[in-house]
Structures are given as structure tokens and as C-alpha cells.
């Protein structure tokens, strides 16, 4: 059954078990476009600044004490996922979000009147945009719906995740702090290092990350609510700006402000192209984590083969007892994602044209997704990967003592070229470093001993 709604448009049908109201269902209808749905993140956020934006009208006198009880009360159900089901809208829609912002408003004020004893949906007693929209436009509120979930998924979800895998590489970095192995450069043999020197640098690497999303957050609390329509505030009274912002702050724990200059709040996304950015260096540190795990674990007997990863599940159909580096690779995807997402937001975010950029729901579709996957991914890892992480002692043991870049350790007291002679003839006879260094006369059995020492080639100065 459908029940008529109307807007500026004319009347046209909606079902009637939605609350959403005519412009909704127009967007449902012309823009049947793919599946990715508006997130769920961004309409929690709207439903916020409704509520908060009523609180402040009332306050002032612009809105009866009941009728901002009833949007409160309808969206603080909004806000606890009651009603995720009336939320249908898809990304490609209009580039303000202006439909996704209308659902929210037609949602509330549908449920606000039928809390007050009215027909679900409708504009009365509760009007979707005299009401719930008051002080507000699409263009200023839904841009601070896309700082707000970004700005949650990032302290809620993504920075937790990241604490719990950098604490779970320095517990594996303390854990192997002596156990010395090859280094390689080039994707060659290099001089040793110990397998929790090797494991700090991914340590210090999602640091670096986590105090690049950190520098970017300052700019993404500060909100476009109260520039409406271009960025003048037209229809929004004054100081209503600073009072929604503190409202919003108190209502979400964030320190939200509300913007410097809401002409460019509008009109451009700088800060969350920042902010991207910085997740897109939390990928890139992931991808060398998983990329270098991998090669580690290659084997068991036919590749490097110095670390065990858990085996989680069976690697192949046909091949019985094959284990598969199977969280590298999903890490290593998620990370290609999240670079894929940054090159579509980053030229989104180009595309501002006059006083508002028309691409925000891609761009804020693709950070949440970004966000998302790097939180998940990040808690994935270390749970079933690095948790269960064990290197294997006897097989960096033996690549050590194979090694030709041992070699090093003789620099300070033959030099290099002599040096370069003894690994070049152990390399093309087969033999160790010691018989190519007797074999040449450079230097004796017992100053071999006391030179090349690998637990002596770990820092600076340990030569001397």
C-alpha cells in the first residue's frame, strides 16, 4: 500500500510503511544507480546535527519546546540504528548530498508526527524543513556530517586498531631483540641485524602514521553548520555557527568548533583530503609490513622460510597440507583500496567548482570505506597474524652463517677492496669466508674470530 506525499516537484506515491517523505522517494527512483548505499555513519551524524540544531533553535525562540522534543526524540532513534531500514538513498546522487539530507529530515519529522499521535510521515505537526532543517541547509549540513563520521571512525575505530597492532609488534620486537639474522638490501644479502631491529622499524612506521591522522584531525573538527546556503549564514541567526558546533561537541566527545571561513568549508574539502592522505600512509606502511612478512615466511623449504606465520585454514584444493600467507594478502588488498580510494577522493575534492564542490558523496564514501578497512584491517592482522608470529631461530642461524656479507666486518681493518676479494672468491668457489680469507693470506684464523663477530656488527662503534 502507498499513501500520497508531496513537495515543490508535485505529489507522487510512497510506501506506506516509510517514514521518508516525496523527495526521498524521488531520489530512490532517479537515481537507481549501483548498490553503494549512503553510509550508515553519515546519517547517524545528520540526525545529530538535527538534534542538536533543535536544542539551539529552542533555546533561541525560534522553535516550540514540543515540537523540538519530538525531533530530539525521533533523532536520538535515528542515532541508536532504529531506523537504518528508512535510509535506502545511494552515493550517486546529487553532489551537495541534498537527497541524503532530505531523507534524514523527512525521516525524523515522520516519525516526530507520529509520535505526537499523527499518520506516519507527512509535514504536520512536525514539517521536514520548516522543522528539522531549520537554521540549515544541505550544503553546510552535510558537510559537517562528513567531518563528524570521519572524525568518530577515526577515534572510535581506526586509532584503537592501530594501538593494538603497533603494541603487538614492539611485544614481538622486545620478544626477538637478540635473535640476530641477515639483513638484506636490494632484496639481497646485507650485514645482520636482529629480528627486533627489523620488527621496530614497522614499530616506528605506523607511529609516523598514526601522527600524520593526528596532525590532519584539527582541521577536520572544525564544522561548515551555520554558512546554509553559499557560506553567508542566510537564514541562519547569528552566532547560531558557534552555539550548534559546542552543542555537537558535547553531544559527539569531540572538539568540534565551528569553522574560520564557511565559504571555504563549503566550496572545498582540504582537510579531509589531508586526511586521507595520512590514512593513505598508514597503507603504505601496512603494504610493507604484509609484503615483507611474506617474503619472510616463503617456503617452507624452498624460500627464505625465517618466520612462521599461523596457519589459519588449508592454501590450497589440490595441494594437501599447503598453508597460504592469507592475512598478508588480504592487508596487502585492503592497503591497494585504500590508495585506490585516495586518488578518487583526492580528484573529487578537485572538482569544487564556484562556491560548493559537488562531489562530497564520493568523497566521504570513499574515506569511511578507507577508515573502515584500515581498522578492521589493522585489529585482523594482529590477531591472527602477528599474534601467532614465530621466527624461525635455526633457519636465520643458518642463512647468518652463510651469509657473505660478514665480509663487512673485516672493512676497518683491511679494507674494502681486500675484503671484496674474499666475499667475491667464497661466492664463486663455495666456500666459507674464513677458508677465502686463509686462502688469500689477508688475515689469520684467530683474527677472523675476533673480527667477524655478527653480534658486534649491530650499532655503530662495535668494530672498534
Not at 673480527?451 to 662503534?461: D, F, S
Amino acid at each position: 500500500m502507498n499513501r500520497t506525499e508531496t513537495d515543490s516537484i508535485g505529489p507522487i506515491e510512497v510506501p506506506q510503511e516509510a517514514y521518508w517523505g516525496a523527495q526521498t522517494q524521488r531520489s530512490r527512483e532517479n537515481f537507481a544507480i549501483g548498490q553503494e548505499r549512503m553510509p550508515l555513519a553519515v546519517i547517524h551524524a545528520l540526525a545529530q546535527i538535527k538534534k542538536a540544531a533543535a536544542r539551539v533553535n529552542q533555546r533561541i525562540g525560534s522553535l516550540p519546546a514540543e515540537t523540538a522534543r519530538l525531533i530530539e526524540q525521533a533523532a536520538n532513534e535515528v542515532i541508536a540504528g532504529q531506523h537504518d531500514d528508512q535510509f535506502p538513498l545511494v552515493v550517486w546522487q546529487t553532489g551537495s548530498g541534498t537527497q541524503s539530507n532530505m531523507n534524514v529530515n523527512e525521516v525524523i519529522a515522520g516519525r516526530a508526527n507520529e509520535l505526537a499521535g499523527q499518520p506516519r510521515g507527512g509535514k504536520s505537526p512536525v514539517h521536514p524543513n520548516d522543522h528539522v532543517n531549520r537554521s540549515q541547509s544541505s550544503n553546510d549540513a552535510f558537510p559537517t556530517a562528513m567531518h563528524i563520521s570521519a572524525a568518530l571512525a577515526i577515534n572510535e575505530q581506526l586509532l584503537p586498531a592501530l594501538h593494538e597492532l603497533r603494541d603487538g609488534l614492539q611485544e614481538q620486537a622486545q620478544r626477538y631483540d637478540r635473535q640476530i639474522k641477515t639483513g638484506r638490501t636490494h632484496m639481497m644479502d646485507a650485514t645482520p641485524m636482529t629480528f627486533g631491529q627489523e620488527l621496530s622499524a614497522f614499530v616506528m612506521q605506523l607511529n609516523y602514521a598514526e601522527d600524520a591522522i593526528n596532525a590532519a584531525l584539527p582541521a577536520v573538527y572544525q564544522l561548515a553548520q551555520g554558512g546554509t546556503a553559499v557560506g553567508t549564514g542566510l537564514n541562519s541567526p547569528q552566532g547560531f555557527d558557534a552555539a550548534i558546533a559546542s552543542e555537537l561537541a558535547a553531544l559527539c566527545g569531540l572538539p568540534l568548533i565551528t569553522a574560520p571561513n564557511k565559504f571555504a568549508a563549503l566550496a572545498g574539502h582540504e582537510p579531509l583530503v589531508a586526511l586521507s592522505g595520512a590514512l593513505k600512509t598508514l597503507a603504505v606502511a601496512l603494504m610493507k609490513l604484509a609484503n615483507d612478512l611474506r617474503l619472510l615466511g616463503s617456503g617452507p623449504r624452498a624460500g627464505l622460510a625465517e618466520v612462521r606465520l599461523p596457519a589459519n585454514e588449508p592454501g590450497s584444493s589440490i595441494m594437501p597440507g599447503k598453508v597460504n600467507p592469507t592475512q598478508c594478502e588480504a592487508l596487502s588488498m585492503l592497503a591497494c583500496q585504500v590508495l585506490g580510494n585516495d586518488s578518487t577522493l583526492t580528484f573529487a575534492a578537485s572538482q569544487g567548482h564556484l562556491q560548493l564542490n559537488v562531489f562530497k558523496p564520493v568523497i566521504i564514501y570513499n574515506l569511511l570505506q578507507s577508515i573502515r578497512l584500515l581498522a578492521d584491517g589493522c585489529r585482523n592482522f594482529q590477531q591472527h597474524c602477528i599474534a601467532g608470529l614465530q621466527a624461525d631461530s635455526q633457519r636465520m642461524a643458518e642463512h647468518l652463517e652463510r651469509g657473505l656479507m660478514l665480509v663487512t666486518a673485516l672493512n676497518p681493518h683491511i679494507g674494502y677492496d681486500k675484503a671484496a676479494q674474499i666475499a667475491k672468491l667464497a661466492y664463486a668457489d663455495g666456500i666459507t669466508l674464513r677458508e677465502a680469507a686463509l686462502q688469500l693470506g689477508y688475515l689469520s684464523n684467530d683474527q677472523f674470530d675476533a673480527w667477524v663477530r655478527p653480534e658486534n656488527m649491530l650499532k655503530a662503534g662495535q668494530h672498534e
